[in-house]
């Protein structure tokens, strides 16, 4: 859910407010590759349905770094997540 400032400047604060709602439909575990998944996911829904999608997605990855511990990690591991999610878009 996000919500555009009145004046249409292109920076980091383009939207004046979003918000992830994570449902939990995946379960409470908190392994590297569960969390590397949801961005994936997260990911995929913004670049389907929003216009200003890789905008939108380098600021909730911006801001998952700076308050995530183990931000590193998790985004290395969603290198590997693109990387089969490429491969299956290719090879089904």
């Known amino acids: 859910i996000c919500r555009r ?6 920076d980091a604060s383009y939207f004046e ?11 409470t575990r908190s392994q590297l590759e569960d969390k590397a998944v949801d ?3 997260l990911e995929r829904a913004l670049i389907s349905t929003h216009r200003d999608s890789q905008h939108l997605l ?12 183990n931000a590193k990690s998790v985004l290395h ?15 089904g």
């Open 17 to 27: 407010e979003l918000v992830v709602i994570d449902f939990g439909l995946g379960g």
């Open 39 to 41: 961005l994936y996911v």
């Open 5 to 10: 400032r009145e004046d249409d400047a292109r």
């Open 77 to 91: 591991r969603l290198e590997a997540v693109r990387a089969r999610g490429r491969k299956r878009e290719c090879f």
């Open 58 to 69: 380098s600021i909730a990855l911006q801001e998952y770094e700076r308050s995530s511990a």
